[in-house]
C-alpha cells in the first residue's frame, strides 16, 4: 500500500521570503514522488518529479523539492516567493516497483503569499 | 508537452438524469486513463483505473455501476455519472498515462458536475 502526507493545511509567508510545503511518503517499492498546483476551478499543473538521480529536483516557476530517504519526506520548497504563488499545492507518490500502481495523492496544503 | 482534454467543462444536471464526461489524449496514446473525484477544499480522490479494451478497475467503495466507465480507444474514455443525484455534484478530473514512457500521468483540467 501506498500513502502520502501533507500535514499542514495551510502555510503563510511573506513575499520575497523562503517557502516549504512538507510532504511525506510510504511505499512498498521504490517511489516515484510528484509535486502538482491547483488554481481554483482549474485542473493540476504538474511541477516537478522525482524517479531516480539527483535528490534535489529542480522545477517549474522556481520551484524545487530535496528527496531524503532515510526521512521519507519529498518537501516542496522555494527561494523567494510570490503573490502570484499562492494556490493549492498537492504532493503524490507512486510505487514505481509496480507498473500497475496508480499516483495518490496528499490531501493538500494551501500556500498563500502575502505582499 | 503531453495535453489532455476534457469535455464538457462545466455541466449542469437534473437529479435522475444521466451525464457523459470525456477524456482526450490530444498528442499521445494512452493505455491507462485514471478517474479522480474532488470535493470543495479536498484532495483528489481515484475513483477508477481504465485500461483500453476492458474493463475498468474501480476502488474501494465506488460504486461501478453508477459511475461506467469505457476506454475504448487509445485516446478516449469516458465516464457516466447514471441517475446522478446531488451528491455526485463534484469536480471530475480524469488523468491518462502514456503507452511509451512509465513515469508519467497528464491530467485533465477537470469538469464541473453540478446535479440540480
Known amino acids: 500500500a501506498q500513502s502520502v502526507a501533507q500535514p499542514e493545511d495551510q502555510v503563510n509567508v511573506a513575499e520575497g521570503n523562503p517557502l516549504t510545503v512538507k510532504c511525506t511518503y510510504s511505499v512498498s517499492g521504490n517511489p516515484y514522488l510528484f509535486w502538482y498546483v491547483q488554481y481554483p476551478n482549474r485542473g493540476l499543473q504538474f511541477l516537478l518529479k522525482?524517479?531516480?538521480?539527483?535528490?534535489l529536483v529542480k522545477g517549474s516557476y522556481g520551484f524545487e523539492a530535496e528527496f531524503n530517504k532515510s526521512q521519507t519526506s519529498f518537501h516542496l520548497k522555494k527561494p523567494s516567493a510570490l503573490v502570484s504563488d499562492s494556490a493549492l499545492y498537492f504532493c503524490?507518490?507512486?510505487?514505481?516497483?509496480?507498473?500497475?500502481?496508480?499516483?495518490?495523492f496528499g490531501s493538500g496544503t494551501r500556500l498563500s503569499i502575502r505582499p | 508537452g503531453a495535453v489532455v482534454s476534457q469535455h464538457p467543462s462545466r455541466v449542469i444536471c437534473k437529479s435522475g438524469t444521466s451525464v457523459k464526461i470525456e477524456c482526450r489524449s490530444l498528442d499521445f496514446q494512452a493505455t491507462t486513463m485514471f478517474w479522480y473525484r474532488q470535493f470543495p477544499k479536498q484532495s483528489l480522490m481515484l475513483m477508477a483505473t481504465s485500461n483500453e479494451g476492458s474493463k475498468a478497475t474501480y476502488e474501494q467503495g465506488v460504486e461501478k455501476d453508477k459511475f461506467l466507465i469505457n476506454h475504448a480507444s487509445l485516446t478516449l474514455s469516458t465516464l457516466t455519472v447514471t441517475s446522478a443525484h446531488p451528491e455526485d455534484s463534484s469536480f471530475y478530473i480524469c488523468s491518462a498515462r502514456p503507452t511509451m514512457g512509465p513515469y508519467e500521468q497528464y491530467f485533465g483540467p477537470g469538469t464541473r458536475l453540478t446535479v440540480t
Open positions: 522525482y524517479i531516480t538521480g539527483d535528490n
Open positions: 503524490a507518490v507512486r510505487d514505481g516497483g509496480s507498473s500497475a500502481s496508480k499516483i495518490i
